[in-house]
């Protein structure tokens, strides 16, 4: 990563070259789709293999990779941080990765009627931002009035994508629920990161946090009897090649281009995966996976995202540029808020996959998720 400002432009205001351009935009196509596609990603790999164990060694594999490339390109201390520091990344690991992305994992899996569509799960994650500005605003925060504005309106577009109608072509239930609760468990893990010391350098971070979700989903799984009942000669081909697509685009591709973004790039542009991701996630479901797009899913996914979009676009915040720290790497602006700790994006897309929309009002794109 550069210790340049993170913005399209130089420091004295003259436009960035073509190829810097390219290379920003070339980056968000990479998290619009590789993240947006971790959705139908997940659907496809628990066809055949056990929700919370596939999880499990998607976030193990990916860890091995992230933690190998920097101890090749720093050296032996490149992963070493206090302990506090790491029981942090450890907690916020488990909120995220265990809760949110295991949670999704559940509810994609499961025969039609109860699965929940790759697409549907992608709009009830862009939750994230909205539930974020609650915690926020329980923490004491003051959020704009237009920021509130569009949680209300989000939330509208929440009730109209779950509710009941006569049963014919409804989501599924019990399944959005538990969508709802992953987002929940994502947004309450995206605060706390904001507020308690994490590593400082984001990929050390994610490397612990991808560690502790693995053991916490593996342990699930285990205990649901999903290791028992595990043949992986039973494993279909193209579910062996979801999840390894998931490691790699969505687990390292993806992520990498994120947290390039967030040095290299303005932030309220970084954001705008928040509401493009679920657009491309339904467009993918539908096209490759033939997943309804009911009336139901676009008007209450239109209203959600609006307010999504809402909160993004009038929390801009005022980025300042990483700065780099005495080994030499770019680190990640503190929050707004003053606490002195780097804020850290979140490992991988999907449900997240594991990023965590920008939570508003800070100055700094907080953890997601999607996953």
Do not use: K
């Not at 913005?7 to 810097?20: I, K, L």
């Not at 594999?61 to 790491?86: D, E």
């Not at 706390?192 to 916490?216: K, N």
């Not at 801009?316 to 804020?343: E, H, K, L, V």
């Amino acid at each position: 990563m550069s210790s340049r400002p993170p913005s399209t432009t130089d420091v004295a205001g003259s436009p960035a070259p073509p190829v810097r351009a390219a290379l920003v935009w070339t980056a968000l196509a990479l998290v619009y789709l590789l993240w947006g596609s971790t959705y139908l990603g997940i659907r496809i790999a628990v066809e055949s293999l056990p929700p919370l164990t596939s999880a499990a060694m998607r976030f193990a594999a990916a860890a091995v990779v992230l933690a190998f490339v920097l101890r090749l390109r720093r050296g032996p201390g490149a992963l070493r941080v206090p302990p506090r520091r790491l029981g942090a990344a450890a907690l916020v690991g488990v909120l995220l990765l265990a809760g949110g992305n295991g949670l999704v994992v559940l509810a994609e899996s499961g025969p039609p009627g109860d699965a929940v569509p790759s697409g549907v799960a992608a709009l009830l994650i862009a939750t994230v931002p909205l539930l974020v500005v609650v915690l926020r605003t329980a923490g004491g925060d003051r959020p704009r009035p237009w920021t509130f504005a569009g949680v209300a309106l989000g939330f509208v577009g929440l009730v109209l994508l779950v509710l009941p109608r006569d049963g014919v072509d409804g989501v599924p239930l019990a399944g959005a629920l538990t969508v709802v609760a992953a987002a929940a468990s994502w947004s309450i893990g995206s605060y706390l990161s904001g507020r308690i010391r994490m590593p400082a350098d984001p990929f050390v971070a994610t490397v612990y946090e991808m560690v502790a979700g693995a053991l916490a989903l593996l342990l699930i799984g285990a205990v649901r009897g999903e290791l028992a009942d595990f043949d992986p000669a039973e494993v279909t081909g193209r579910s062996w090649a979801a999840l390894a697509y998931l490691m790699v685009a969505g687990s390292l591709v993806a992520f990498t281009a994120y947290v390039w973004l967030l040095a290299h790039a303005p932030i309220s542009l970084v954001s705008t995966y928040a509401y493009v991701n679920p657009a491309v996630a339904v467009a993918l479901g539908a096209l490759l996976a033939a997943e309804p797009v009911t009336t139901q899913v676009l008007l209450g996914g239109a209203v959600l995202v609006a307010g999504v979009a809402v909160v993004v676009s009038t929390e801009r915040p005022s980025r300042t540029p990483p700065t780099a720290g005495d080994d030499g790497t770019a680190r990640t602006p503190p929050a707004a808020d003053g606490d002195g700790t780097a804020r850290t994006p979140p490992a991988a897309g999907d449900d997240g996959a594991v990023r965590t929309p920008p939570a508003a009002g800070d100055g700094t794109a907080r953890r997601r998720a999607g996953r």
